[in-house]
């Protein structure tokens, strides 16, 4: 039930191109979806985030996708660039109460190539 | 804004020592605290839980004996890692969150490489 399945494990993508990045989940009691981005050596970084009321939040190149009938939730990055090369968790929460925390998925680690 | 200091960076120490980590949130008052542990190429694991001013709430299979969690006010917490061991060694890190929960996401620090000789 707190499980957050994240594909692909690691992405190659071209510079200028689409990366796309999937997670799914179980638990329908999660209302909170966020993705990190981070870099070696360092915490991950809030990325941008969406709850169930919507079906789309787009921040510049980054876009998230959410279908609540599939249980499922993307992250698409627009013309991808070099400094995009990092690792991208996606995560997901009941954001109520004290007890709330992140379930995060498995990581992609996003490269792109010149 | 949302900035999470997390010192030090990097602790190379002996087997049996005590290391405590330091975890602060520069620009606003963090409510709720939290520790993660990150070994190479993997996911966050949620250590611990804490809240200002209370005991913390530590996840399944995590000694808090072995991991003590303060989080004496609302701007810093820590976290010691008491006689340290190899099996130690590990990325830990810390983020930090404004309210009770409700609408406010989580902000990390840089996490602290630990190596244990």
């Known amino acids: 039930q707190q499980q957050v399945k994240q594909s692909p494990q690691s992405l190659i993508v071209q510079k200028g191109g689409i990366s796309i990045i999937n997670c799914a989940y179980e638990?329908?009691?999660?209302?909170?979806f966020p993705w990190y981005q981070q870099f070696p050596g360092k915490g991950p970084a809030l990325l941008i985030a969406?709850?169930?009321?919507?079906s789309e939040k787009k921040e510049g190149r980054f876009t998230i996708s959410f279908n609540k009938s599939a249980k499922q939730f993307s992250l698409h990055i627009m013309d991808s660039q070099p400094g995009d090369s990092a690792t991208y968790f996606c995560?997901?929460?009941?954001?109520?109460?004290?007890?709330?925390?992140?379930?995060f998925g498995t990581g992609t680690r996003l490269q792109v190539t010149l | 804004g949302a900035v999470v200091s997390q010192h030090p960076s990097r602790v190379i120490c002996k087997s049996g020592t005590s290391v405590k980590i330091e975890c602060r949130s520069l620009?606003?008052?963090?409510?709720?605290m939290f520790w993660y542990r990150q070994f190479p190429k993997q996911s966050l694991m949620l250590m611990a839980t804490?809240?200002?001013?209370?005991?913390?709430?530590?996840e399944q299979g995590v000694e808090k004996d072995k991991f003590l969690i303060n989080h004496a006010s609302l701007t810093l917490s820590t976290l010691t890692v008491t006689s340290a061991h190899p099996e130690d060694s590990s990325f830990y890190i810390c983020?930090?969150?404004?309210?009770?929960?409700?609408?406010?996401?989580?902000?990390f620090g840089d996490g602290t490489r630990l190596s244990i000789l």
């Open positions: 983020s930090a969150r404004a309210d009770r929960g409700i609408g406010q996401p989580q902000h």
């Open positions: 638990n329908t009691a999660f209302d909170y």
């Open positions: 969406i709850r169930p009321d919507v």
């Open positions: 995560a997901a929460s009941r954001n109520t109460g004290t007890a709330s925390k992140l379930t």
């Open positions: 620009d606003f008052q963090a409510t709720t």
């Open positions: 804490s809240n200002e001013g209370s005991k913390a709430t530590y």
